[in-house]
């Protein structure tokens, strides 16, 4: 099973100097991916509550949020081996052309090792903000995709739909392998269905190891049924809470793919994933108590070897 760890992105924790630390440490201990996620602000009055959930406040961390390419680019320089990915990118704020320029540029930067994972998000305000419905979300990342796999494809490229269109024109760069993953982070049942259709790898929350693993099963028989493709991979992102029992901070406390203790009860939790069959994991530290210092992030890059032995 692989392994991947969400970077220092959000809160006082993402500097300069903790970043660079973080990811050469992981990619030194053969951590096989970092992640970093979006959100465009963090709003004072906001329309839509954390995560969706009515009422729910916006955690403060989200004060301090950096751009996930940028970061992604820096840490390409940093690094050698890990591949490195968003966790989630949401299609909806950007346009496709932009995005695949994006993605393909972090890819060259590091010799052939973005993924890229989209999202449709759930944070009105922010829709509002790039004048987007809100309710064509879904619709819109259907045409993203395919607009963004056509943009890594030979030129000339061009692309017509309702929601997306790109003349005909060259775009470049190209990904150095030829095509990316696409990890699909859709959630609802027309979501899994777009997986099934056009992603490489469904990345689920909130979801037990066994509940993910099968739920992939249906997923996969629907890929192979109504579209002829051949197996996908999962890979589970979940947020962990080293020494802190199931307590993360703020709102994130009310989801179920929460992962704390001890960093030994932690690499159980990742062998009983790799057991259940997950593909990938991916462990999202930022809203666990603690995480605003960097010495939460030292001590975390030296337990790394122990939970990646875990997986793999």
């Not at 990811?23 to 009055?45: C, K, M, N, Q, S």
């Not at 590091?110 to 989209?118: D, E, I, K, V, Y």
């Not at 790799?274 to 010495?295: V, Y």
Request: proline content about 7%.
């Amino acid at each position: 099973m692989k392994i991947g760890v969400c970077l220092p992105q959000l809160g006082p924790a993402a500097q300069t100097d903790n970043i660079r630390s973080f990811a050469r440490t992981a990619d030194t201990a053969g951590i096989d991916a970092l992640w970093v996620e979006e959100h465009l602000f963090r709003p004072i009055h906001p329309i839509t509550g954390f995560g969706g959930v009515a009422g729910a406040p916006w955690p403060e961390k989200h004060s301090m949020s950096l751009s996930p390419f940028a970061v992604l680019a820096f840490v390409a320089a940093q690094t050698e081996q890990c591949r490195l990915g968003t966790s989630i990118i949401v299609a909806g704020y950007h346009a496709p052309l932009m995005l695949a320029k994006e993605a393909a540029t972090v890819d060259l930067l590091s010799n052939g090792r973005m993924n890229l994972g989209l999202g449709v998000g759930w944070c009105a305000d922010e829709y509002e903000l790039v004048a987007r419905a809100f309710a064509e979300r879904g619709a819109f990342a259907d045409e993203a995709i395919q607009a963004i796999r056509a943009c890594w494809g030979p030129n000339p490229v061009e692309f017509s739909g309702k929601h997306v269109t790109i003349p005909l024109c060259e775009t470049s760069p190209k990904p150095v392998h030829g095509r990316l993953p696409i990890h699909g982070g859709f959630m609802t049942g027309a979501g899994r269905r777009r997986v099934a259709r056009w992603c490489d790898s469904w990345q689920p929350f909130g979801l037990e190891a066994r509940e993910a693993r099968e739920a992939m099963s249906t997923l996969n028989q629907l890929a192979w049924d109504d579209y002829g493709r051949p197996p996908l991979e999962v890979a589970l992102r979940v947020l962990i809470s080293p020494g802190a029992g199931r307590d993360v901070a703020g709102p994130m406390q009310r989801s179920t793919g929460v992962w704390g203790g001890d960093f030994g009860t932690l690499a159980d939790r990742v062998t009983d994933a790799r057991s259940c069959g997950i593909d990938e994991l991916i462990m999202d530290p930022n809203f666990a108590p603690g995480s605003d210092e960097t010495d939460f992030w030292s001590e975390l890059a030296g337990q790394l070897p122990e939970l990646i032995a875990a997986a793999h």
